[in-house]
C-alpha cells in the first residue's frame, strides 16, 4: 500500500479538512475549514466543490453524515444543510435546532438525526424532518459540551463530552 495525496494542487478546495465521509456511490466528501466541501468522484479522478454559492448554510463544514435516504447532512457553524443531491435544505435556531454550531450528526435506529454542539447539548431530529428535542444536562446529559455523537450495535446512543466523559442514552 502507499499514501496517495490530495490537496488543493490535486483539486480540493483548500488544504484544511475537517471531515471525511464516504457516501453509498463510493464518492468521498471532505468537509473544509471556511471552503464548503469537495467530492471526489468514484473513480478518484475529479472534484466536485459545493460552496455557499451552490447553496450550503456556511464553508466551515464540521461534520458530513449521509442519512439512510441518501441525503446528506453537512453540520457548520450556522446551522445544519441537508443535500438531497440537487438542492439544500437548511435548519437553524430558526427552524428549533438547539444551537447553530454543529460538530457531530448521528442518526439513530429509528431514522432520529441527532446534532451536537459545545454548547448546549444536543439537539434530536425527528424522521420526518419537523420538529426538534433537546437534551442538556438537565435531562441527564454529563454537561452540555458534546463533541461527538455515536450509536452502538445494542442501539443505545453515546455522547463524548470535552471536559467530562461521556454519557449513554439507553
Known amino acids: 500500500k502507499s499514501f496517495a495525496r490530495f490537496t488543493k494542487k490535486e483539486g480540493l478546495i483548500n488544504d484544511i479538512v475537517r471531515t471525511i465521509n464516504e457516501d453509498r456511490a463510493g464518492n468521498i466528501w471532505f468537509g473544509h475549514l471556511d471552503g464548503g466541501a469537495s467530492k471526489l468522484s468514484q473513480d478518484g479522478t475529479s472534484f466536485t466543490h459545493f460552496t455557499e454559492q451552490e447553496g450550503l448554510s456556511n464553508g466551515d463544514i464540521r461534520s458530513i453524515l449521509e442519512d439512510k435516504s441518501g441525503n446528506l447532512w453537512f453540520g457548520t457553524y450556522v446551522g445544519v444543510s441537508k443535500f438531497n443531491g440537487k438542492s439544500f435544505t437548511h435548519f437553524t435556531e430558526k427552524e428549533g435546532l438547539g444551537n447553530n454550531y454543529v460538530i457531530s450528526i448521528f442518526e439513530d435506529n429509528s431514522g432520529n438525526l441527532w446534532f451536537s454542539n459545545p454548547h448546549s447539548g444536543v439537539s434530536r431530529l425527528s424522521p420526518d424532518w419537523k420538529s426538534f428535542a433537546h437534551f442538556t444536562k438537565n435531562e441527564g446529559l454529563i454537561n452540555d459540551i458534546v463533541r461527538t455523537v455515536k450509536g452502538d450495535k445494542a442501539g ?15
Open 156 to 170: 443505545n446512543i453515546w455522547f463524548g463530552h470535552l471536559d467530562g466523559g461521556a454519557s449513554k442514552l439507553s
